[in-house]
T-cell receptor
Framework: EAGVTQFPSHSVIEKGQTVTLRCDPI?????LYWYRRVMGKEIKFLLH????????ESGMPNNRFLAERTGGTYSTLKVQPAELEDSGVYFC?????????????FGSGTRLTVV | QKEVEQDPGPLSVPEGAIVSLNCTYS??????FMWYRQYSRKGPELLMY????GNKEDGRFTAQVDKSSKYISLFIRDSQPSDSATYLC????FGPGAGSYQLTFGKGTKLSVIP
């Protein structure tokens, strides 16, 4: 079974540019989450999709961030325009069902550097 | 005051030692407590989870939760070099399947087990 896949693994962009991160969850997982770790800080929740619907987007920092999950499959997280403080590692995770035994699998993350 | 406090270390122990990792938290609404292990350049991987107070054992790993003290621990017995990683505690008010299922993480403790 393939795990959660994130593209790209690393992105370096200039302040003011746009970047789109992609997450392919484990096939069949209805729940998809985005988290972010800024340098020196904790991993923080951004949002939660159930299929194509945003269940909880309380962690999104501002309106420069736009997440989508078309057709309930892969998800994208767009940052437009990027600011220096957006640098960090963006993790995607997916899960199926309502039990911890089903797991909550994280991808390896996208390391975003804004210069 | 941060919601979850975790000493970032680094912690270095000899092979075979017992390792104790800890987190304190301030939000009394947390009911689910998890420990994740993260290897370099990888996503967090769920090690153990517990609901409410008590102990849980899985092989060389034991998780303890003391809700009255708002304190959780992870013990690793007979530590191995392959245990070298960053260990993150995480907590949530609600479990998987709940409408708002988001994890609050500690900063993580970097552990090195020396052969």
């Amino acid at each position: 079974e393939a795990g959660v896949t994130q593209f790209p693994s690393h992105s370096v962009i200039e302040k003011g540019q746009t970047v789109t991160l992609r997450c392919d969850p484990i096939s069949g997982h209805d729940n998809l989450y985005w988290y972010r770790r800024v340098m020196g800080k904790e991993i923080k929740f951004l949002l939660h999709f159930v299929k194509e619907s945003k269940q909880d987007e309380s962690g999104m920092p501002n309106n420069r961030f736009l997440a989508e999950r078309t057709g309930g499959t892969y998800s994208t997280l767009k940052v437009q325009p990027a600011e220096l403080e957006d640098s960090g590692v963006y993790f995607c995770a997916s899960s199926q069902g309502s039990s911890f035994d089903y797991g909550y699998t994280f991808g390896s993350g996208t390391r975003l550097t804004v210069v | 005051q941060k919601e979850v406090e975790q000493d970032p270390g680094p912690l270095s122990v000899p092979e075979g030692a017992i390792v104790s990792l800890n987190c304190t938290y301030s939000n009394s609404a947390f009911q689910y407590f998890m420990w994740y292990r993260q290897y370099s350049r990888k996503g967090p991987e769920l090690l153990m989870y517990t609901y409410s107070s008590g102990n849980k054992e899985d092989g060389r790993f034991t998780a303890q939760v003391d809700k009255s003290s708002k304190y959780i621990s992870l013990f690793i017995r007979d530590s191995q070099p392959s245990d070298s990683a960053t260990y993150l505690c995480a907590m949530s008010e609600f479990g998987p399947g709940a409408g708002s299922y988001q994890l609050t993480f500690g900063k993580g403790t970097k552990l090195s087990v020396i052969p």
